[in-house]
């Protein structure tokens, strides 16, 4: 097969869409994928995402799979959580620095859209609480006024601690926004560090990716669903009988392939092509020859 486009950053891109728009609660299909992937000039076949999935998650990825009609995938878990980054960006939003925008930006760039669309409706909402907050206190003062006029000596004692205290309180902020940004870097370092091991990994595995057949299964009325959503969109049910159906879907037939014949059991049996059904025999007897 003719190498595609852009092929060596497949996996790069792949990652992107997985670190952008998934997370614990939204997944993508594989469909979804390879609409995604084409929008970046990427062509992808669908039968070359589960590697790819799987050389992901052998990087340290923490994919899910939900099971379905079409299975999809999400990614559940990365460095920082969104409350974390919330958290984090609450606490610079409040020091006023000028620098908070853009720390904010980079930290929820480490997030889903919709967890990063999340930590900013928070920080919106307090920023408006924050505005609010000295209205009260103005139309406070009258009253306020009556009150602290008998206490002159100690409001002004009070002042000059203040004002003795503000250095200190610059420093600890400078040290704090220091040590945020210290974490952004390293962060970016290690995104950095693992897109380059994956562009060495694609690079060693770019190699003909093996073409879809046409294949016969005959499986068990219980597993039909099973059976169809791991074929995906090519697959179809022609036959149906009272305990079993007859289904043909185009499919590789790699080692993978044959290792989830071999999870099915005697619920799901290879009818077509003859010559895959001899290959899956020697294959599966020469795992059985180690237990000898």
Same mark, same amino acid.
């Given at each position: 097969?003719?190498?595609?486009?852009?092929?060596?950053?497949?996996?790069?891109?792949?990652?992107?869409?997985?670190?952008?728009?998934?997370?614990?609660?939204?997944?993508? &299909?594989?469909?979804?994928?390879?609409? @995604?992937?084409?929008?970046?000039?990427?062509?992808?076949?669908?039968?070359?995402?589960?590697? #790819?999935?799987?050389?992901?998650?052998?990087?340290?990825? #923490?994919?899910? &799979?939900?099971?379905?009609?079409?299975?999809?995938?999400? *990614?559940?878990? @990365?460095? *920082?959580?969104?409350?974390?980054?919330? +958290?984090?960006?609450?606490?610079?939003?409040?020091?006023?620095? +000028? $620098?908070?925008? $853009?720390?904010?930006?980079?930290?929820?760039?480490?997030?889903?859209?919709?967890?990063?669309?999340?930590? /900013?409706?928070?920080?919106?909402?307090?920023?408006?609480?924050?505005?609010?907050?000295?209205?009260?206190?103005?139309?406070?003062?009258?009253? +306020?006024?009556?009150?602290?006029?008998?206490?002159?000596?100690?409001?002004?004692?009070?002042?000059?601690?203040?004002?003795?205290?503000?250095?200190?309180?610059?420093?600890?902020?400078?040290?704090?926004?220091?040590? !945020?940004?210290?974490?952004?870097?390293?962060?970016?370092?290690? !995104?950095?560090?693992?897109?380059?091991?994956?562009?060495?990994?694609?690079? +060693?595995?770019?190699?003909?990716?093996?073409?879809?057949?046409?294949?016969?299964? /005959?499986? #068990?009325?219980?597993? /039909? #669903?099973?059976?169809?959503?791991?074929?995906?969109? &090519?697959?179809?049910?022609?036959?149906? /009988?009272?305990?079993?159906?007859?289904?043909?879907?185009?499919?590789?037939?790699?080692?993978?392939?044959?290792?989830?014949?071999?999870?099915?059991?005697?619920?799901?049996? *290879?009818?077509?092509?003859?010559?895959?059904?001899?290959?899956?025999?020697?294959?599966?007897?020469?795992? *059985?020859?180690?237990?000898?």
């Amino acid at each position: 097969m003719a190498k595609q486009s852009n092929q060596k950053a497949k996996l790069l891109y792949l990652q992107k869409i997985l670190m952008e728009e998934t997370d614990a609660v939204h997944g993508i &299909t594989i469909a979804g994928m390879v609409e @995604r992937l084409a929008a970046f000039g990427v062509a992808a076949e669908r039968k070359s995402l589960y590697d #790819d999935i799987e050389v992901l998650r052998g990087f340290g990825m #923490d994919i899910a &799979t939900e099971r379905g009609r079409a299975n999809s995938y999400k *990614l559940i878990s @990365r460095g *920082l959580t969104a409350q974390e980054v919330a +958290a984090i960006c609450l606490a610079l939003q409040q020091t006023g620095s +000028a $620098e908070t925008e $853009e720390i904010t930006g980079k930290l929820c760039s480490l997030l889903s859209c919709y967890e990063a669309e999340s930590v /900013k409706e928070e920080l919106a909402v307090a920023a408006e609480e924050a505005q609010a907050a000295p209205a009260e206190e103005t139309a406070a003062e009258p009253e +306020a006024v009556e009150t602290e006029v008998p206490q002159e000596a100690e409001t002004a004692a009070e002042e000059v601690a203040a004002e003795e205290a503000e250095p200190q309180a610059e420093d600890e902020q400078l040290a704090a926004e220091a040590e !945020i940004a210290a974490a952004v870097l390293e962060e970016e370092k290690a !995104i950095e560090a693992e897109a380059a091991a994956m562009r060495k990994a694609a690079a +060693a595995k770019a190699e003909p990716e093996a073409a879809a057949e046409e294949i016969e299964l /005959k499986c #068990d009325v219980a597993l /039909k #669903d099973e059976v169809l959503a791991y074929l995906g969109d &090519t697959a179809k049910v022609v036959k149906t /009988k009272s305990s079993s159906v007859v289904i043909e879907a185009q499919a590789v037939c790699s080692e993978d392939f044959y290792v989830q014949l071999i999870k099915w059991g005697s619920g799901v049996k *290879l009818s077509e092509p003859s010559y895959r059904r001899k290959e899956f025999v020697k294959y599966f007897k020469k795992i *059985l020859s180690n237990y000898k």
